[in-house]
C-alpha cells in the first residue's frame, strides 16, 4: 500500500463517520441510544419518523459501527457502539456548534426563557442538595430509559404521566426535573407544567452521561 493510498483509505473511513452524523434525524437517534437500546417502534415514535425511514437511518449508523442491532422476538432493538466514545463525540458536536454557531445559543435562550428555565442548576449544586435532602428531583425521560440508568433519588415521572401524578409531588420543596440533555424538550416541558401549577422547579440541563462523566453515581 502506498502512502497516498493509506491516506485516502483512512480519511474515506473518517467521512463515513462523520455521514454518519451528518443528518439532523440520525444526530436524534444517536442523542436518545445514548441513554440506552432502543426497539426500531419506539425510535419511529421518539423521531416522528413512519418505520422505513427509522430503519433507513439506523441502517446507516450501523453500517458506520456506531450502532448494532439484535432480535428480541419480531422486535428489532439497537444500541451504540463504544457508547463512551460516541456520546463524546456528540457532546464535542454540541460544543463546536455552540461556540460557531450563534442561531443556535439564541434559539436555546429564547426556548428556555419562555419556559422560565433559563437559569440551571449545575451537577454539583443538584448532588449536594439531594444529600440534604432539599429537593426533589424527577426524571422524565420514558420509564426504559430510567431503568437503563439514572440519578440516585431521582423519580421516574415520565413527561406524559406528569399531569397525572401532579398532585403526588409536595409544595414544601424545590423540583428539579431532567430528561436527555440541553437539547432534549422533555424536561423544559415540564418545568413549564410544573411552574403553572405555583411549585418552585428548576432543570438540570445535563443528561445522565454528563452526569457520570463527572464521577458521580448513576443507578440502575
Known amino acids: 500500500m502506498t502512502g497516498r493510498e493509506f491516506k485516502d483509505l483512512t480519511f474515506q473511513q473518517f467521512a463515513n463517520i462523520a455521514t454518519a452524523f451528518a443528518s439532523p434525524k440520525r444526530l436524534e437517534l444517536i442523542d436518545i441510544l445514548s441513554q440506552g437500546e432502543r426497539d426500531v417502534d419506539t425510535l419511529s415514535t421518539e423521531t416522528n419518523m413512519n418505520f422505513a425511514n427509522t430503519s433507513r437511518h439506523l ?29 463524546k463525540c456528540w457532546k464535542s458536536l454540541q460544543a463546536l456548534a455552540e461556540k460557531s454557531a450563534s442561531e443556535i445559543r439564541e434559539t436555546a435562550r429564547l426556548f428556555f426563557e419562555e419556559r422560565s428555565a433559563l437559569i440551571p442548576i449545575s451537577s454539583a449544586e443538584l448532588w449536594d442538595k439531594l444529600n440534604k435532602d432539599e429537593v426533589i428531583l424527577i426524571d422524565v425521560r420514558p420509564k426504559e430509559e430510567f431503568s437503563s440508568g439514572h440519578i440516585p433519588g431521582a423519580v421516574s415521572i415520565p413527561l406524559k404521566e406528569l399531569k397525572e401524578k401532579l398532585n403526588e409531588l409536595p409544595t414544601d420543596k424545590e423540583i428539579v426535573a431532567y430528561c436527555r440533555g440541553p437539547y432534549c424538550v422533555l424536561a423544559a416541558e415540564a418545568v413549564k407544567i410544573l411552574s403553572k401549577k405555583g411549585s418552585n422547579v428548576v432543570i438540570l440541563k445535563e443528561d445522565i452521561n454528563s452526569w457520570r462523566a463527572k464521577g458521580l453515581p448513576v443507578q440502575t
Open 59 to 87: 441502517q446507516i449508523l450501523k453500517n458506520a459501527k456506531i450502532a448494532a442491532s439484535k432480535k428480541d422476538g419480531v422486535r428489532v432493538i439497537y444500541s451504540l457502539i463504544n457508547n463512551d466514545e460516541v456520546v
